[in-house]
């Protein structure tokens, strides 16, 4: 029985140790495995309410991916800033006189940083606002790709070269952004196209009604329209407007169109006008 409790009070000794002390702090064994559980604790609680969140996107269909990725993050930084809160006050540290002596420091800082600080910010308006959302196909300064993540700081956009671009969330929130998968997944896009004056007007927009429509990613409704753009300087312009659900893949749908429009051009004799022009030479001197 002494024994036993010679061991407990030699543990108890070791445990209590104190590593580093000062006015303000002290650091111990105790203070370690406690800021181990704590965060332990912390990453074990995100990983279940993660998988609940998991379980509850598939089966229910008004949470999509985007809400629950939305819910997944806000709840992981909820969770993580109360954990670290916790760890530093098990070291003995006070962390609203921590704060309070820092304030000068904090502006330093933020002056410095203002421009990380404005990203955070942006990123949790896209979280909240969800504006933009995982799994959106947006384009962006010409850059078209599909949103694969949105951190706390920037975001992963992958386009369509498969190449990952890791974007500011402030140029998400300050600059103009297309979202092509806002809303409804129908997208109305253009094809131009010119032909050569004296062709019939009416042929010309059969012929691209049909290629339109013969192609297998493109909706029937609404159904492909065309339009007689303008006269243009060589050639009688006009757009095919089509609508598909497919907007990833448009530039392979846009391209599958042209092969089929060029290939009914030439079996019914109409011409794709190439620019023309006339010079005439004037000799400024006499005989």
């Known amino acids: 029985m002494d024994d036993l409790i010679?061991?407990?009070?030699?543990?108890?000794?070791?445990?209590?140790?104190?590593?580093?002390?000062?006015?303000r702090f002290h650091i111990s064994l105790v203070?370690?495995?406690?800021?181990?559980?704590?965060?332990?604790?912390?990453?074990?609680?995100?990983?279940?309410?993660?998988?609940?969140?998991?379980?509850?996107?598939?089966?229910?269909e008004v949470i999509d991916k985007g809400k629950a990725y939305t819910i997944s993050q806000l709840i992981k930084y909820f969770i993580y800033t109360i954990a670290t809160i916790f760890a530093i006050e098990s070291l003995g540290v006070n962390v609203s006189i921590l704060i309070a002596s820092s304030a000068a420091l904090f502006v330093g800082i933020g002056l410095g940083l203002?421009?990380?600080?404005?990203?955070?910010?942006?990123?949790?308006?896209?979280?909240?606002e969800q504006s933009v959302a995982v799994g959106?196909?947006?384009?962006?300064?010409?850059?078209?790709?599909?949103?694969?993540?949105?951190?706390?700081?920037?975001?992963?956009?992958?386009?369509?070269?498969?190449?990952m671009i890791i974007v500011p969330n402030s140029q998400l929130i300050g600059n103009n952004v297309i979202n092509w998968s806002s809303e409804n997944k129908r997208t109305r896009f253009v094809i131009e196209v010119g032909v050569m004056y004296g062709s019939d007007t009416r042929l010309v927009e059969k012929i691209l009604i049909d290629c339109a429509l013969?192609?297998?990613?493109?909706?029937?409704?609404?159904?492909?329209?065309?339009?007689?753009?303008?006269?243009?300087?060589?050639?009688?312009?006009?757009?095919?407007?089509?609508?598909?659900?497919?907007?990833?893949?448009?530039?392979?749908?846009?391209?599958?169109i042209r092969f089929a429009i060029d290939d009914a051009f030439r079996k019914n004799n109409v011409t794709i006008p190439f620019p023309q022009r006339d010079l005439h030479i004037k000799s400024g001197f006499k005989d």
């Open 214 to 256: 013969n192609h297998k990613l493109v909706d029937s409704e609404p159904k492909p329209t065309v339009r007689f753009a303008n006269f243009g300087d060589s050639s009688l312009d006009f757009e095919l407007l089509f609508w598909t659900e497919e907007a990833w893949r448009v530039e392979i749908i846009r391209s599958d």
């Open 31 to 60: 203070n370690i495995v406690t800021l181990l559980v704590i965060m332990g604790g912390a990453r074990i609680s995100f990983y279940l309410i993660a998988q609940l969140i998991k379980r509850a996107r598939v089966n229910n």
């Open 136 to 163: 959106d196909l947006i384009e962006i300064d010409n850059l078209v790709g599909r949103v694969k993540e949105i951190n706390i700081r920037t975001s992963r956009i992958k386009t369509r070269d498969d190449i």
């Open 114 to 128: 203002q421009n990380i600080f404005n990203d955070i910010v942006s990123g949790i308006f896209l979280l909240f």
């Open 6 to 23: 010679n061991f407990l009070s030699s543990l108890k000794s070791i445990l209590e140790y104190e590593f580093i002390q000062t006015d």
